[in-house]
């Protein structure tokens, strides 16, 4: 390097690939589609590269007015579903210079103490679950620009909304359920008030509706093994017109499922079909595997992410939800006597 122990400036980079500073600041700074060309902005990074050159962030953000910090905003850490949301969320922010502070909600909902002395000098950005509104408010993240997964797009808080496309992946799973011959379902539903849980459900009820003969009852549990297994256990006591397959809103209500049923001398699934929804690692580990919905949790915090940054810039979000599969496993099978 012919600076010496200098440290190269974007003068130096721009002298180097041949062009003004203004485009070593475009292309740097990740905005240079559609004013600079292609070439001119490999010359740029080639350049920088070579010279060792580093932009000063702390400047640069101090003329941006921004911290190139963005909050994730979650229900709680105790799945792996919300872990790949931060994998994709922060995949992204990485490749445009920001940081993500991750911000688990207490108890899974409701307010939380705002971890910042002001989070809007503090962020650039909020991205969040529906489950994690109360909490949003309380750290006042709704004053910031803000983008909400798993949300009502007609209510959001938010300048987007990213979602899954949960409705659908319930469809699947019921459709596949009255094709081996169920008529007669338990839902098994997570006892939470929330948008996502409500898609859920409505999704069940519509496709149920439509078909003749056939019945559904819900039971609501906490989002854990063991709440969920009181739950089921419960609805699945009586004898009388038992429920032949049981839709679970996730897969640790599933697990608590297959524990309900054991309970009862049930098999799964020769007298039990059960379905879950997110495929987490649990439903490989659990005997038979689980007939699942898959989510793909890095995709959605990726997708997310690209929102918020797209809203910080001024530009439009994409829209559509995600795509989701039904991942058939051993845990499904037609009902007795069918």
Known sequence: MAHGSTRPTSRDVAQAA????A????????????????????????AAQELGYRPNLAARNLRLGRTRT?????????????????????????RHGFGVVLYPSPEGIGPARNPFASAQAALDGVLASSMAADALTAIRGDQLPLVMLDSDPEGSLGAATVNLDIADGVHQAVDHLLALGHRNFLHLAAGIASWTFEVRARALTERLAAVPGATVRTAHAPISIDGARAAAEAALAPTDGRPTAVVCDDDQLAAGAYKAARRLGLRVPDDLSVTGLDDL???????????????DAELFGERGMQALLDVLEGRTPDGGDIPVQLVLRGSTAPPRGA
């Open 70 to 94: 963005v909050l994730l905003v979650v229900p709680a850490l105790t799945t792996e579903f919300f872990a790949g949301v931060y994998t994709g969320a922060t995949r992204v922010a990485a």
């Open 23 to 46: 485009a070593v600041s475009l292309v740097l700074g990740d905005k240079w589609r559609g004013r600079v060309s292609e070439a001119t902005a490999q010359r740029v990074r080639e």
């Open 281 to 295: 690692a649990l439903a490989t580990a659990i005997d038979p595997e689980l007939t699942t919905v898959r989510l």
């Open 18 to 21: 041949g062009v003004s500073q």
